[in-house]
């Protein structure tokens, strides 16, 4: 190869590299917020990503557009997310909802079912 284009595919390859690092380190920078603090943030986690920590309720699943509230039992939140609906998500389960505070509620982008944390194992997942 000539000396050009082994400097032309080393840049590239360095790029790629610098932007997965950018993304990564985006993803990871979310900050994981309960229910109460979105709803006491005046604003602060507005167009953020966070992941939301709480337990799911009012679960309403449409074609790959999932609706639900997450809970801390102080406060709730909205949580709008279109997708594949994980086998565990249900009512009364612990989900960490991972997206961007829009207005009053979260539109994520990823969903991931806690363990049953000391509790039975659900009918429905057995």
Not at 100 to 108: H, I, K, M, S, T
């Amino acid at each position: 190869m000539r000396r050009k284009n082994k400097l032309l595919v080393t840049t590239v390859g360095i790029l790629v590299l610098l932007a997965a690092l950018g993304v990564t380190s985006m993803n990871a920078s979310a900050a994981f917020v309960s229910p109460t603090q979105l709803s006491e943030s005046d604003g602060t986690y507005q167009e953020e990503w966070v992941n939301l920590e709480g337990v799911v309720t009012d679960l309403d699943v449409d074609g790959e557009t999932i609706t639900f509230e997450v809970t801390d039992e102080n406060h709730t939140v909205p949580v709008v997310y279109e997708g594949t609906t994980p086998d565990t998500l249900q009512d009364g389960r612990v989900v960490v909802a991972k997206g961007q505070f829009e207005g009053d509620r979260l539109v994520a982008n990823e969903l991931s079912v806690r363990a049953h944390e000391g509790e039975e194992r659900p009918e429905s997942t057995r």
